[in-house]
């Protein structure tokens, strides 16, 4: 699995509510003024369907973000998006691997994004000296 860059995790102390129209949008995250993240949600018929771009990037011992390339222009289709209550679960096809995340809604308005690790990840990543990266958080474009 190609997570060695491109993982992502999460620990939120204090989740809000998302108010339906608020699902909607395009999310972000930059580094030294790099998109590094896009994440772009949309409601179809009642289902949340979208894209995610991811740029690679590194962490540090604390499992901080410490160099990041800016996010490819083509998003990766979303799919199998499900909110529970704060919690939007959702996943992406990369290359051969499907990746999980995770979108945990803060009540400053922001997000949180969380790459979903198995075992096998967590162990690649170790045997590789990549701690698993810090929360990513993302901000509604407006």
């Known amino acids: 699995m190609k997570v060695l860059f491109m993982a992502v995790a999460i620990t939120a102390l204090s989740v809000g ?6 699902i909607a949008g395009s999310w ?7 998109t590094f993240v896009r994440l772009d949600i949309k409601t179809v018929n009642g289902a949340i369907a979208g894209g995610l ?3 690679n990037f590194e962490v540090d011992p604390q499992g901080v973000v410490r160099r990041a390339d800016a996010a490819p222009l083509k998003l990766t289709p979303i799919f199998n998006a ?7 679960t959702f996943f992406r096809k990369d290359d051969r691997d499907t990746d999980q995340f995770e979108l945990h809604w803060l ?18 990543l170790a ?16």
Request: charged share 25%; no cysteine; aromatic share 4%.
């Open 17 to 22: 509510q998302p108010a339906s129209g608020q």
């Open 28 to 34: 972000t995250a930059e580094f030294e003024g790099r």
């Open 53 to 55: 771009s991811l740029g």
């Open 82 to 88: 499900t909110l529970k209550g704060s919690t939007l």
């Open 107 to 124: 009540e400053n308005g922001a997000v949180d994004l969380r790459f979903i690790l198995n075992d096998e990840d967590r162990r690649q």
């Open 127 to 142: 045997a590789n000296g990549v701690p698993v990266p810090r929360p990513i958080r993302l901000a509604m474009q407006r």
